[in-house]
């Protein structure tokens, strides 16, 4: 590729509106573009797409090793399949919703459970065809709340997506954990420092998952990792979200009132005499244990509900007898309902966008008791009574080895084993060995493949650009002549190398344009191609090119004759 014959889009300057390290690199550097002024929709240029399509390249290779066959869904998908599920009531604001000329209604798809459901509902007869895995590499649309730090969080992204259908949990496992080592080897060749932890399986459903997560002080989630032993788990953005702790001795005028059947939000509201009424933004309902079946109600909060997560702690592994999201939902309507486990008290309802978030109702860290008139506070100090357990660096592991490390990630791949979630809503039955119909198990495994490019500037970078892992280069080799339009000599020995790496298939960038070297040099780091060879006059003259490594500062003089073999 030369320069003057391609699109190099490079910026001097860092972006105004760019806060994370790749967004501004990926800018700066050329690769992508915001689609004008809308958020969280971008156009890949070219040399970003060519980095895209290494990761595409690699994911395909190993989920080919996997035995997987790869698909292409739609991505607008009818609504009636999600009201198969269920999932159309309850996926909330993420799920684009959109209607055709003949008013039916279809969404934009941001995962694909129930189309693949469907296919293989009517596909797939018997358990001889199972287990059956597909996937595909396709563009997702999710209506994110606040899209941002570019491709990291857009609303418009490229996933790879498998799934997986058994006829029993062992097989289901098993290629689990045949995806879990194929997730191990994608982000090894990727380049990535990478952990993969225990996760949450959120309101997709289902047993079992891990997270997959590149290491990084930018990522939005946390992770918690033993000193000691194999333990790593997803502590649940717990930084980003916690803690929203009681400010009793401020403005709180606290007060302990008896709520025996704590279970039912409208039970709640009558006995504690509130109207229920109003709704806030986000619900965030976060370190719910099983034996905690206490509700907050927001008294106060004017805004309007549009997102309701249920986390249950990360660290705690019995399943939870909670309010489910689809009664948490009913119940926001009347009354902001929200779950914290009697004893902890740990803060249950979050505003993400409030400092302060006054005049709760919650637990009482007593059985059957409510507190009225408490005030939350962002970052406020723990106090005594109300006993806040996020977790802390220097905490011991919860498998009883060693003490918790905390790092930063980037969520770059999720795997679930689903069980029978989707299979059962949308009848997706083969017949066993011996005649019976059986419920199709299922897992799912998704790798974020836009957002990985982001990640791999996040971990892989300096103060003059990206420095790529070499699988993933947009070039392997830069070209770039001094002089070159008033050397003939400079330019025909540029020429010929540039010849002689294009046959040899080694991707080539060669800078012909008519610009001083210094800018040259600036957009070749920048774009951060691994592999520098400079041609000059003197050069030429005493047999060498000149060879820098992008990670190196060290520039070395090669024989021409050795060049060649230097950058493959
Ligand atoms: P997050 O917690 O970051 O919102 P998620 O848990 O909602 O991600 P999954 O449903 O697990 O995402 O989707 C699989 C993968 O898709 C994620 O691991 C992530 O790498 C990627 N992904 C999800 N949302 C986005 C997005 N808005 N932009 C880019 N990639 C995304
Ligand atoms: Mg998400
Ligand atoms: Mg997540
Ligand atoms: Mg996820």
């Known amino acids: ?18 806060e994370t390290i790749s967004h501004k690199l990926m800018l700066r550097a050329g690769l992508i573009r915001r689609e004008g002024s809308a958020s969280g929709l971008y156009s890949w240029l070219p040399t970003g797409l060519k980095v ?21 869904m739609p991505m607008v ?5 999600w009201e198969e599920s269920g999932r159309w009531f309850d996926f909330g604001p993420e799920l684009l919703r959109i209607n055709d000329r003949h008013q039916r209604e279809f969404c934009l798809g941001p995962t694909h459970e129930e189309v693949i459901t469907a296919i293989v509902r009517d596909e797939i007869r018997s358990y001889k065809q199972c287990p059956a895995v597909f996937y595909q ?8 709340r606040r899209p941002r730090f570019g491709v990291m969080r857009a609303r418009e992204f490229l996933m790879k997506d498998a799934y997986s259908f058994h006829t029993s949990e062992e097989s289901l496992a098993e290629t689990y954990q045949v ?40 990522g939005e989630d946390a992770i918690a990792f033993s000193d000691t032993s194999e333990y790593a788990a997803n502590i649940e953005k717990a930084e980003s979200l916690a803690p929203l702790n009681v400010r009793p001795e401020a403005s709180s005028t606290l007060q302990k009132v008896a709520t025996p059947d704590a279970r039912s939000i409208d039970s709640v509201c009558q006995q504690l005499s509130v109207e229920p009424q109003q709704t806030i933004k986000t619900l965030i309902v976060k370190g719910a244990l099983e034996e905690s079946p206490a509700i907050a109600i927001c008294l106060r909060g004017d805004h309007e509900l549009n997102e309701i997560k249920i986390e249950k702690h990360p660290l705690v592994a019995a399943p939870c007898h909670l309010l489910d999201e689809a009664e948490v939902r009913q119940a926001v309507n009347c009354a902001v309902g929200s779950i914290g486990p009697v004893g902890l008290n740990i803060p249950t309802i979050i505003d993400r966008d409030a400092a302060v978030v006054a005049n709760f109702v919650c637990g009482a860290n007593e059985d059957g008791f409510h507190m009225t008139g408490v005030n939350w506070e962002r970052d406020a100090p723990i106090t005594e009574t109300f006993d806040c357990r996020n977790i802390v660096e220097g905490d011991s592991s919860p498998d009883g080895q060693g003490k918790l490390t905390i790092k930063r990630g980037i969520e770059v791949g999720h795997i679930f084993q689903l069980g029978t979630k989707y299979s059962e809503a949308m009848k997706a039955n083969v017949l066993s060995e011996s005649g019976k119909s059986v419920t199709l198990s299922m897992g ?17 970078h300096d103060e003059y650009g990206i420095i790529w892992p070499d699988n993933i280069a947009p070039f392997q080799v830069a070209i770039v002549p ?3 339009h008033r050397s003939h000599r400079v330019a025909e020995a540029a020429d010929k190398l540039y010849q002689q790496l294009r046959d040899a298939k080694i991707e080539v960038i060669f800078d012909d344009r008519k610009e001083r070297a210094g800018v040259m040099f600036a957009d070749m780091e920048l774009i951060g191609v691994p592999h520098r060879i400079v041609i000059s006059e003197r050069g030429i003259d005493a047999g060498t090119f000149e060879y820098k490594h992008r990670r190196d500062n060290e520039k070395l003089n090669i024989p021409i004759d050795e060049v060649f073999a230097f950058v493959q």
């Open 444 to 460: 799912c495994y998704g790798i974020g493949v836009s957002r990985v490019v982001a990640a791999a500037i996040e971990q892989n």
């Open 179 to 218: 995806m879990h080592e194929a997730y191990h080897r994608i982000f090894s060749r990727l380049g990535l420092e990478f952990r993969a932890v225990i996760a949450d399986t959120g309101s997709i459903g289902g047993s079992k998952s891990h997270e997959f997560h590149v290491l990084a002080q930018s």
């Open 137 to 144: 590499i396709q563009t997702k649309f999710r209506d994110e």
């Open 482 to 484: 001094m002089n070159m």
């Open 1 to 18: 590729m030369k320069t003057t014959q391609y699109l190099l889009a490079t910026l001097r300057e860092d972006p105004s509106d760019a």
């Open 52 to 72: 895209l399509r290494k990761v595409e390249a690699i994911v395909r290779e190993e989920m080919d090793a996997t035995g997987a066959a790869e698909v292409l």
């Open 77 to 81: 998908q009818p609504a009636d399949l």
